[in-house]
């Protein structure tokens, strides 16, 4: 009787807890469009078909973009499970490289609640706004608004835009924001204390996310560009990481036709 009052409890907490778990993909899939062959679009989506939610940046803005996102999606509803998604507008810079963002979610284990939409009031200060979608539980759980974007260049100071993600928490207090972008800006940089003050922590700390043009001595990767911010006093941070894609060819090169970066995975429950 014992025996079998233990499995019962053990399937009751597996059933109360393990679907309570949602876990986030984000990648910078290099130049996502047209560039991008059927059996290119198969191997991305066997590689995060396991994820709940995945953010894609660096989505071509014009022909081919919304098509190739379209296409994974398809793809990835072959696997096994039934997919949705959205796709932003093209971004606003005017001085930069305009691109799009897109959100693919596992219909079976989160729904989009409302609209998604670009950063309204930064706008100008921020080249590529960010792109907000919110999105609940099927199961149960709080509504959880994730935020991607895609910073400038290391280059031409990326911090000069970070700074204003400090406001966001503020614009938005009603939301639980999930930030998950490529920074080009290592999380250790001054410009994410204030943030860091507010609450909000990385995943990942001291991992490089992008890939270098060759590996030394089997160092493959090239710098800390990549992460997920949380508020750690609503999320539990379940485990989190990188994928190292790259390691299924057999060289950098044919790796970097995917992407010059790495996907980063976030897998979380409410407080």
Same mark, same amino acid.
């Not at 039934?82 to 729904?111: C, G």
């Given at each position: 009787m014992?025996?079998?009052?233990?499995?019962?409890?053990?399937?009751?907490?597996?059933?109360?807890?393990?679907?309570?778990?949602?876990?986030? =993909?984000?990648?910078?899939?290099? +130049?996502f469009?047209?560039?991008?062959?059927?059996?290119?679009?198969?191997?991305?989506?066997?590689?995060?078909? *396991?994820?709940d939610?995945i !953010?894609?940046?660096?989505?071509?803005?014009?022909?081919?973009?919304?098509?190739?996102?379209?296409?994974?999606?398809?793809?990835?509803?072959?696997?096994?499970?039934?997919? #949705?998604?959205?796709? *932003?507008?093209?971004?606003?810079? *005017?001085?930069?490289?305009?691109?799009?963002? !897109?959100?693919?979610?596992?219909?079976?284990?989160?729904?989009?609640?409302? +609209?998604?939409? &670009?950063?309204?009031?930064?706008?100008?200060?921020?080249?590529?706004?960010?792109?907000?979608?919110?999105?609940? &539980?099927?199961?149960?759980?709080?509504?959880?608004?994730?935020?991607?974007?895609?910073?400038?260049?290391?280059?031409?100071?990326?911090e000069?835009e970070?700074?204003?993600?400090?406001?966001?928490?503020?614009?938005?207090?009603?939301?639980?924001?999930?930030?998950?972008? +490529?920074?080009?800006?290592?999380?250790?940089?001054?410009v994410?204390?204030?943030?860091?003050?507010?609450?909000?922590?990385?995943? &990942?700390?001291?991992?490089?996310? *992008?890939?270098?043009?060759?590996?030394?001595?089997? #160092? =493959? &990767?090239?710098?800390?560009?990549?992460?997920?911010?949380?508020?750690?006093?609503?999320?539990?941070?379940?485990?989190?990481?990188?994928?190292?894609?790259?390691?299924?060819?057999?060289?950098?090169?044919?790796?970097?036709?995917?992407? +010059?970066?790495v996907?980063?995975?976030?897998?979380?429950s409410?407080?």
């Amino acid at each position: 009787m014992k025996k079998y009052f233990i499995t019962f409890f053990i399937w009751l907490v597996i059933f109360r807890f393990g679907y309570s778990n949602v876990s986030i =993909c984000f990648w910078n899939i290099k +130049d996502f469009g047209k560039s991008k062959s059927d059996v290119e679009i198969e191997f991305i989506a066997n590689t995060v078909k *396991s994820y709940d939610i995945i !953010a894609i940046v660096e989505v071509v803005a014009g022909d081919g973009g919304a098509q190739a996102v379209a296409k994974l999606k398809d793809e990835l509803d072959r696997k096994g499970n039934k997919w #949705d998604y959205t796709i *932003s507008n093209p971004t606003l810079s *005017s001085s930069y490289k305009t691109e799009r963002y !897109a959100f693919i979610w596992k219909t079976s284990k989160v729904s989009k609640v409302g +609209d998604a939409w &670009l950063e309204k009031k930064y706008n100008q200060e921020i080249d590529r706004e960010p792109y907000y979608a919110t999105f609940r &539980l099927k199961k149960s759980g709080s509504p959880f608004t994730l935020v991607t974007y895609h910073a400038i260049t290391m280059s031409q100071q990326p911090e000069t835009e970070i700074k204003y993600f400090k406001l966001l928490p503020l614009e938005y207090p009603n939301l639980n924001l999930i930030f998950a972008g +490529d920074f080009n800006c290592p999380q250790s940089h001054t410009v994410f204390n204030p943030l860091k003050k507010l609450g909000y922590k990385p995943v &990942l700390v001291d991992q490089k996310t *992008s890939l270098r043009q060759k590996c030394i001595n089997d #160092d =493959c &990767l090239a710098s800390e560009f990549d992460n997920i911010f949380y508020d750690e006093s609503k999320l539990n941070l379940v485990k989190a990481g990188i994928i190292r894609f790259y390691e299924s060819f057999a060289s950098l090169k044919e790796a970097i036709c995917i992407s +010059d970066h790495v996907p980063v995975y976030f897998e979380f429950s409410e407080k």
